[in-house]
């Protein structure tokens, strides 16, 4: 197990790496895509909708499988080679495609219970659409979707485990090649497991002190 541990510690910080930036694009895609799904247009509207159902509607690792190899698809006949998508890359696009899809879910919600006075007052002051959304709409909005917002947080850091089926070299794929060298599979799962739940822990923290932070949204 010893012989290990450096490279636990290197698949460590590329599981926090794949988390950090696919949770980063999939927060900004969601909010994005939930502000746009409020919108007067219908057909965009639709867009977002049937966007959200699918990859809801669709297994994590298929999404996952589905990019990677369809990627390295299309990039081999865009080069006329072949050549094969890197593992990492294709597991942010897939995460960032699966949080965005529940984020904007998780973030519509939260826009449509922040009462309707706020926007209006808002409004008969005079203020502009993005200080609106900075003063009034977002801080707000934000409070009311901490706790699930969170929840997508402790999922992402579980759902990088599945990018390991590609090659990347993350905690589970450690922790597999380790298991059936040493022949100690015991021993690996459970380090592992311990890694997971080290991440997740820290997500519930600060998504606790989060909450602490706007106390005047939480009545």
Known sequence: MGGFAAQFAAAFMVTVGLALVSGFLGTVFGLLLAISKGAPAARFKSVVTAYTTVVRGVPELLIILLIYFGGTTFASNLAGRYVEVNAFTAGVIALTVVFSGYATEVFRGAIAAVPAGQTEAADSLGLKAWQRWLFIVGPQMLRLALPAYGNLWISLFKDTALVSVVGLTDIMRVAYVGAGSLRAPLTFYLA???????????????????????????R
């Open 192 to 218: 592992a497991s311990f890694f997971y739940l080290s991440l997740t822990t820290i997500t519930l923290l600060s998504i606790r002190l989060a909450e602490r932070r706007y106390p005047a949204f939480s």
